[in-house]
């Protein structure tokens, strides 16, 4: 089972492109962190912040162009997607993407 689930602050507003007969792609970058903690001993272990790429598909892309920004708390469930490229180089370049199934915004509404 291949199953991620992640709730963040969207990094930098969404790019959003439409391909093949309209369809809309949008893609993101989502920060998660776990909070730091003081161990026994006193030794501080600070915030740690993980950085995501999510890509959206369709209708939540659509709906992500419409009402995501910079800042936005959002939950985020899919799956681990990874590929590569070849860079100018010639190098193998490795990525890997959060392919969301489902999103939902955590972001309370200005009144």
């Known amino acids: 089972m291949n199953k991620v689930m992640l709730i ?7 790019e959003v492109r439409y391909v093949d007969e309209g369809q809309a792609v ?3 970058r989502l ?3 776990e909070k730091g903690y003081t161990l026994q001993n006193g030794t501080q272990v600070p915030d740690r912040t993980e950085w995501h790429n999510v890509i959206l598909w369709r209708r939540l892309a659509e709906i992500v162009e419409r009402f995501v920004h910079k800042g ?3 939950y985020i469930e899919g799956r681990i ?3 590569s490229y070849d860079d100018k180089q010639g190098r193998r370049q490795y990525y890997t993407e959060i392919w969301a199934d489902n ?3 955590l972001t309370p509404k200005p009144a």
């Open 72 to 74: 936005d708390k959002l």
């Open 8 to 14: 963040g602050n969207v990094g930098a507003d969404p």
């Open 26 to 28: 949008a893609r993101l």
């Open 81 to 83: 997607h990874y590929a």
């Open 103 to 105: 999103m939902e915004m």
């Open 31 to 33: 920060a998660t962190t």
